[in-house]
């Protein structure tokens, strides 16, 4: 029997773990070869973290087992768990902003010598020695003296990668590593897990995009619901069989939808600028226009100015230069107000920090577009029972989940149902154009498809649709006419069916000529 | 399982559930606050070798809510009790002038700079002005109180507006421009060389009648009460009932989303300083033309930042106010009676009121350390069914199989038998 374990470098075998309310991982057995890439897939709140946290040492399961190197363990901290050469790569960073790469690295085991036989110091010397070496045998590029707070997320990212590998962690755990990411970064990301891969790593990775499990993974088990649904080998299941077990019914990958129906223009852009606060030009020159029953997607890698148009669209920043027209009015100098009320609806794409207050009731949320209206409220005085009214038909119509109904206060809602809460307000509206900026970013399969449609029943209803997202797939599967954006510039619109992804991905990166 | 598993007590979940109570815990994690410091500063009483419940009877009597030991001539537990609301009157306002700003994301520290320069462009205005009837002089006041506060909150929300300057410094900046410009004019212009402070105003303007015979006894009777009390209840009804109130806290709860929203912020911020300001007009002019009735020069009122504190331990809100000013003015109000019989200093009403503060301003962790117990406690609880379950499923299984076992080695007897 022993023999036969030590095929696996980990087991976890029949874990439990109990929460309030919930069983967090019932009965879960997974067992993971040296040298593998084993991805758990699941939906938000499918049990994947809480089973990869009993691994790592932050909990203690109720139930069942765990096995290292066919050895029996129980963890009760991380460091324990670091011991055994497991390390972890957390969706949120621990990094300290201001040191350098390499303090970051080696904080907590620096290498110590005695000046003079007797004033202790730490070599860093040695250490962005040590790290450079590492960097170079996987191919991780970091400059071990560049400060935390100059890098960019991926760096980082790739930083806490160089924590683990220093401390010669055998077993990595990446909890949704590609979230944050651009396309080009995931690219990088998964080159430099071959590398790990290659140098005799196992590496457990948390994720519920399939694509990367396609690329990337060797086996991959499925969780839904705390329960353990399959294991498969990818190599030899579709991508449609993942998505199927994973949500645990049909589900369609590409979103349905009718040929176009165009009318009028509704939204013209003509020579649109924009400078931000450091006085740098982040829109340059964009115009473009949107007709009636049109998705107009804009397809860029993050930061090249997408957020900034449609804040100048929505007036949340000032145009510096050229018009915006709705419906042949020229709103460029309007408030905020006038505009929405005009006929702008908008997701933005920090939904936290923009699209609701997370210390206020869903109610007061959902009546945000209406309360100064009647019959939300007379003379500046609020009709309570008309609000909780309308939130309630709103809870219902979009199935917002929330513990209380219309007075649950939005902070303690999930991720998916704030923003079911805002598609919801906004799309109430019915106003003639819409404005979606990274809609399903950080939500569930479920959760997208269910925005996804929403989209395309704005758009069949005939509103204009200006979609802004990072995603390629998204950009791909919703676009009717397709504008890529690339250092504030409209590098080229062109009806969706006559480009190809790989064509899109190549004006992303700035190539204009094919 | 080696590691000792949590235990729970139930008094302790008891306290926890009290305090984190969703419906009362407005009002449970304060009352808790409050044991602690009579325990606390019972302590400290014993220490100094003081009978505690002797000087919480003394701070009781001293505000007239106890019977003293003896009274002066004319005097009585009324007249105690209507001294009590004369200095309750502006901690009262100015506290709801910090609640103002606070409940839109503003920090108004400058509160005791606001009263006084009220307060004395009040007194040297209407104070001064002789043969002015007390109908028309008493609202003139308060209305002189509106427009200078209101003029100066409004300049200092100008100030953010325009030019994002934080309200804290600029406050604090203004504060000591009024308090030595003031006491410049009082000093050269409008002194009284006796008591060293200015000359006293006339009693027609004063929002507090002296020496009203109520029931045999001469007692202060302040108006500021119960203007103070009617704002408190208007400024509960500005925040949960309306339009400006619901977006006056939008931009203190996240200024990205209410601009997002369409909220005019800029707006909201000078309206609220400029709200705010109001009423710290009228905490000055009930201040210095009611509760005192002359200035001393180039001294803000500690007051102003006491009532900071108040707001706090009200859980700024505007009832919560009428209640934690109502506590406050126990222990400042009662100190002089309380040195008088106890023999202790005065200051130990302020080292009361600064444990009292200390404990309020800890509400949210009390909460949330009550909140982390409570989890546990569930987390066990889960443990302990899922174990329980389990155990009556594997008992369950045992019978079957015993039962199954039993059955077949009847049937197997039986067979025996034929």
Known sequence: ?514 | MKKKRFRENIFKTALARFLTNEKWTKLTVPVFSIVLTLIVSSVFLLILGKNPLAAFQAFLAGNGFAAKVSYGAGAGMISDFFQFLNVMAPLLLASLAFIFGYRCGLFNIGIAGQMLLSGFVATITIGYMKELSPWIAKPLVILVGIVVGGLLGAFIGFLKYKFNIHEVVSTIMVNYIISYSTGFFINSKFIDPISRASKVITPASRLTLTKVNIGGFYCNVPFGIVLALIVAFIVHYIFERTVFGFELRAVGSNRNAARYAGINVGRQIVFSMMFSGILAGMAGVTYYLGYTNQILPKTLAGMGYDSIATALLGNSSPLGAILASMLITVFQNGSSYLSSVLGVAKEIASVITGILLLFSACGGFFRYVAQGYLRKVADERAYREGRAQEEAEKAAKAAEEAAAAGSEESKEKGGADE
């Not at chain 1, 709140?45 to 066919?70: N, Q, V």
């Not at chain 1, 902003?97 to 110091?121: C, D, H, Q, R, S």
């Open chain 1, 1 to 514: 029997m022993s023999a036969q374990n030590e095929e696996y470098i980990v087991e976890m075998r029949h874990i439990t773990k109990r929460f309030p309310g919930i069983v967090a991982n019932d009965n879960v057995t997974i067992q993971v070869r040296k040298g593998e890439i084993y991805a758990l897939l699941g939906e938000n709140g499918a049990g994947k973290s809480t089973l990869m946290s009993m691994l790592y040492g932050l909990y203690e399961p109720d139930h069942g087992e765990i096995r290292i190197r066919g050895e029996k363990v129980v963890f009760k901290s991380p460091s324990e768990a670091a011991a055994r050469n497991i390390g972890m790569v957390h969706q949120h960073f621990k990094l300290v902003e201001n040191y350098t790469v390499g303090e970051n690295i080696v904080l907590g085991i620096e290498p110590m010598k005695k000046a003079l036989g007797i004033f202790p110091y730490v070599d860093m010397k040695e250490a962005n020695e040590k790290i450079r070496a590492l960097s170079k045998d996987y191919g991780l590029e970091v400059n071990p003296t560049d400060l935390i707070s100059d890098i960019n997320v991926s760096i980082r990212q790739r930083v806490e990668i160089m924590k683990m590998l220093y401390r010669e962690a055998e077993i990595l755990i990446f909890d949704e590593p590609t979230a944050i990411l651009t396309p080009q970064e995931i690219e990088y990301l998964l080159k430099i897990m071959e590398e790990l891969r290659k140098g005799g790593k196992t590496i457990i990775l948390i994720t519920h995009k399939i694509e990367e499990i396609r690329r990337i993974a060797d086996r991959c088990a499925i969780l839904r619901r705390g329960k353990l649904i399959d294991v498969l080998d990818v190599k030899t299941t579709s991508t449609q069989e993942m998505a199927n077990l994973m949500v645990g019914r049909n589900v369609e990958l590409t979103t349905k939808k009718s040929a176009p129906d165009y009318g009028d223009v509704v939204l013209d852009v003509n020579d649109l600028s924009v400078w931000n606060e450091d006085k740098v030009e982040v829109v340059k020159h964009v115009s473009f226009q949107i007709r009636a029953g049109e998705i107009f997607a804009i397809a860029g890698v993050s930061g090249n100015g997408q957020v900034e148009l449609a804040d100048a669209i929505t007036g949340l920043v000032k145009a510096d230069n050229g018009t915006v027209k709705l419906n042949g009015v020229d709103i460029t100098h309007k408030s905020i107000r006038e505009r929405s009320e005009e006929g702008i609806s908008y997701i933005p794409e920090d939904r936290q920090k923009f699209g609701v207050f997370l210390d206020f009731s869903l109610s007061d949320n959902l009546v945000l577009r209406r309360y100064f209206k009647t019959p939300y409220s007379r003379k500046g005085v609020f009709d309570r029972a008309e609000c909780v009214s309308y939130a309630d038909r709103l809870i219902e119509e979009y199935d917002i989940r929330s513990g209380q109904g219309a007075k649950t206060i939005v902070r303690s809602m999930s991720g998916g149902n704030q923003q079911k809460a805002i598609v919801g307000r906004e799309i109430e509206e019915h106003s003639p154009l819409v404005i979606f900026v990274q809609p399903t970013r950080g939500l569930d399969m479920g959760a997208i498809e269910n925005i996804h449609r929403e989209i395309v029943a704005e758009r069949d209803r005939g509103a204009a649709i200006l979609l802004i997202s990072l995603e390629l797939d998204e950009v791909m599967g919703l676009a009717d006419t397709i504008g890529v954006i690339y250092s504030g510039r409209l590098l080229k619109v062109a009806d969706a069916a006559t480009l190809t992804s790989q064509e899109v991905g190549r004006y992303m990166m700035g190539v204009t000529e094919a």
